[in-house]
């Protein structure tokens, strides 16, 4: 397939309404899920984009049904499955890959994984998820892939070496069909999270403490069939109010999910943008200060990240790119991943006045008036901040590997032109 190219004529004003499409870090691993129970599945609102259609492929790779019978609706029948090697090639277009070890595991008693891929964006450890699935009894053999073995998983009271989220997912989907109670503590507790254990509990498992660090699973669960529809994507919501206020816009962001809109939206009041709340809809009016609130006694303030329910980490390079459009100065810290901010250099060449401290941190002082460029995107959130800055600038940019953006965000050319925005997808040209 040949990769894409965006071209961008940056500058115009937006309005209108946007639904967010459903989380894909909900949506990769409730359809790993789907492989734990023998029964029809149907999940609805679930994202269109390149990461759930190859773990779609992966799933029928290992013997399951799955069937888009709607545009954003997709069922899945594990009736039998087997625990065949999967496919090198497809496991490493996506870090969602892993998801297939607590189901596959649970199901089959043994999983063959060839290394995941994902987003490069700085070490992606694995050791937590063989932390945990070690705890619930199996044995873990690693070579050039990882094997997990364990004919009869376990309960188990499971302390986790960091809230990763997708160990988080892959242990609890394990403890659901182990024998006996598991606790999971310091688990992952993000919306996404929080949306695989109420999928898990509607196919019939026993979930005490979603939403907290610390949930406790009675297993085994006598598992039926269920149909589920995927939460909104708090990460695309928070992209939308990014993108509302570089370009100055008002947008009313439709069924937006604002339960789990907390600490996003203090994140963005951090640089003068204030959002209402209508419902469950969110409102993003165009007449925002976008002055960055000094922290008392007038010193530099700091955005940061942190796992849920603070602000998150793959919300950081919307909020650095907002921030370039804002007045005053603030330090942004990414403590997670060491190399998502390497991508502000394009935004430096763009006429953005960032220092690059190190890899977690930059300097952000603004506002400052953007040109348009050529850009590649690195990863999709980079993608989508380097797609909000080329909207906002003055000028044409072209942003090429923009099949990076599509991994996470469904149709977002033909969602923001909707809007307003003069977004062109086209074949990459090379030179
Ligand atoms: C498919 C999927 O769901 N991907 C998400 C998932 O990836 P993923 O599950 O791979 O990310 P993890 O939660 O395991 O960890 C992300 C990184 O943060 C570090 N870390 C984690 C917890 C902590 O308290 N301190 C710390 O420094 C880890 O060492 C790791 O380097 O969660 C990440 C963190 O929200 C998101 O960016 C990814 O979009
Ligand atoms: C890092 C991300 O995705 P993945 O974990 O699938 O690479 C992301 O969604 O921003």
């Not at 999910?257 to 951090?270: A, N, T």
Request: with cysteine.
């Amino acid at each position: 397939m040949a990769p894409i190219q965006y071209i961008v004529e940056g500058g115009h004003r937006l309005s209108g309404s946007i639904e967010p499409a459903g989380n894909k870090n909900s949506a990769l691993p409730i359809i790993a899920a789907a492989l734990l129970t023998e029964h029809p599945v149907t999940l609805e609102n679930v994202p269109r984009i390149r990461d759930t259609e190859t773990l779609v492929e992966l799933v029928r790779s290992v013997g399951a049904a799955a069937e888009w019978t709607a545009r954003n609706t997709l069922h899945i029948h594990a009736k039998s499955i087997r625990a065949a090697d999967l496919d090198p090639e497809l496991c490493v277009r996506i870090r969602a890959s892993i998801l297939l070890a607590g189901p596959l595991l649970a199901r089959c008693g043994e999983v063959m994984l060839p290394p995941p891929g994902g987003d490069v964006i700085g070490r992606r450890r694995l050791d937590t998820h063989v932390l945990a699935l070690e705890q619930l009894g199996a044995k873990v053999t690693a070579t050039d892939r990882l094997e997990f073995r364990c004919p009869k998983l376990t309960g188990a009271d499971v302390f986790l070496d960091e809230p990763s989220v997708t160990a988080t997912e892959n242990a609890l989907v394990a403890a659901v069909a182990a024998d006996g109670v598991t606790h999971l503590r310091n688990a992952a507790s993000e919306p996404h999270v929080q949306d695989l254990a109420n999928f898990l509990v509607a196919l019939g498992a026993k979930i005490e403490g979603i939403g907290t660090n610390t949930m406790i699973v009675h297993g085994p669960a006598t598992l039926g069939e269920t149909t589920y529809r995927i939460q909104p994507d708090h990460i695309e919501v928070g992209s939308l109010i990014g993108l509302a206020a570089v370009t100055r816009s008002p947008l009313r962001i439709v069924r937006a999910g604002v339960e789990h809109l907390r600490s996003i939206r203090m994140g963005f009041e951090r640089l003068g943008i204030v959002c209402r709340v209508e419902g469950d809809d969110l409102i993003v009016p165009s007449n925002q200060t976008l002055k960055i609130q000094d922290d008392f006694g007038g010193h530099v303030p700091k955005l940061e990240d942190q796992p849920w329910p603070a602000f998150p980490a793959d919300l950081m390079s919307i909020a650095i790119v907002t921030a370039t459009q804002c007045e005053g100065v603030i330090l942004m810290f990414e403590k997670m991943f060491e190399s998502r901010m390497f991508f502000v250099d394009k935004l430096i060449g763009m006429g953005a006045r960032i220092v690059l401290c190190d890899p977690h941190r930059a300097i952000i002082a603004g506002p400052s008036r953007l040109h348009g460029a050529t850009l590649s995107s690195p990863d999709i959130r980079a993608g989508m901040a380097m797609l909000l800055a080329a909207v906002c600038a003055e000028g044409t940019s072209t942003i090429n590997n923009a099949d990076q953006i599509e991994r996470g965000y469904e149709r977002i050319d033909e969602r923001l032109n909707a809007l307003g925005a003069k977004i062109r997808r086209v074949p990459e040209r090379k030179g």
